[in-house]
């Protein structure tokens, strides 16, 4: 039995969802089939090179930071998310090199991003640093409509999988860091990218830079000592979209004799979550979230799942003695 005829056995009911999600970015004959939209991250402090590429180097060590994030369980075609980053930073930390790699799959959509990111890094201070960023790359999207079973037979919609198609994009940032403070404002994003199918099937592809459907990020985060076992981190992350409702996180975590961090977070009219990680030494951190969807999709998901993992690797032999906790 070949794939299709599997599926299309298998998978009667359950392609409803997969149809919903394809709606939300892929329908059908002229109609947007990709936009330009920013993967979700609940730990987005953990995975800031992503959206500020000023953050690039300021660990003043190699930082390799790998993401994953399986978001609302139970929903099929749910997005999956998986980023990879890596920087450090370079001419006696006066600047900053790093690569970004995020693949997401929702529905029959599957799209990568690569980005090469710089920063130059001004000294404001003995343990302060004002950078300056800038980020560019492409991205790489295919839709396997073939997969997608319909109530008409032999729908021409759907009959043939998209050509993979390559768009460019870059974006700017600016991050002031101390090693208890950190505050940056970023445009990941400056082109709007979107796809659409004409009428034979092709791939119509429309790149602008349109100031109207920037991705404005704010983020802001302090640690307080409060005993020598005990810290507390809030952080802020805030979202705007012209003629959209602003969107924040607001976490709150915790870090316990140096080792485990304890947090909570809450994303506007969305999801709250709780996070829970292993500082192993000032190298290595495990961290993970669960989030709970408060909107009424909580009564088709159980939540979303995500994993961080981030090791820092000092050079030119310099020893980390200390955590990071930006």
Do not use: C
Not at 215 to 238: E, N, Q, W
Not at 282 to 305: R, W
């Amino acid at each position: 039995m070949n794939l299709k005829k599997s599926i299309h056995m298998k998978n009667r009911t359950a392609f409803k969802a997969s149809v919903i999600f394809l709606i939300m970015i892929a329908a059908s004959a002229s109609v947007k089939v990709f936009a330009q939209y920013d993967a979700m991250f609940t730990q987005y402090m953990n995975n800031e090179m992503f959206i500020n590429p000023a953050y690039t180097g300021s660990k003043e060590a190699l930082a390799i930071t790998l993401l994953h994030r399986q978001q609302w369980i139970g929903i099929e075609g749910r997005p999956i998310t998986t980023t990879l980053t890596i920087h450090s930073p370079v001419w006696e930390n006066k600047m900053g090199l790093g690569l970004s790699l995020l693949n997401e799959k929702i529905g029959v959509t599957n799209r990568d991003m690569i980005y090469l990111s710089y920063a130059y890094r001004i000294r404001t201070g003995l343990k302060s640093y004002l950078s300056f960023g800038l980020m560019g790359g492409i991205h790489i999207q295919s839709d396997k409509l073939s997969l997608v079973k319909t109530d008409v037979d032999n729908d021409p919609h759907f009959s043939a999988n998209t050509e993979t198609v390559v768009t460019p994009n870059f974006g700017f940032g600016i991050n002031f860091n101390t090693d208890k403070f950190f505050a940056g404002i970023s445009i990941p994003r400056l082109l709007d990218d979107h796809l659409t199918l004409g009428e034979n099937g092709d791939v119509i592809k429309a790149v602008g830079f349109k100031p109207e459907s920037f991705h404005y990020y704010l983020t802001l985060g302090r640690v307080f000592t409060i005993t020598d076992y005990f810290k507390l981190k809030p952080s802020l992350m805030a979202k705007a979209v012209l003629n959209a409702p602003v969107e924040f996180d607001i976490n709150l975590s915790s870090l316990i004799k140096e080792h485990l961090w304890l947090g909570v977070s809450y994303r506007s009219g969305a999801d709250i979550a709780a996070m829970i990680g292993l500082q192993i030494g000032p190298q290595f951190l495990i961290n993970y979230s669960y989030d709970y969807p408060l909107t009424g999709l909580n009564k088709f998901t159980s939540g979303s799942h995500e994993i961080v993992l981030s090791a820092l690797f000092a050079y030119k032999g310099k020893k980390i003695i200390s955590n990071r906790y930006f």
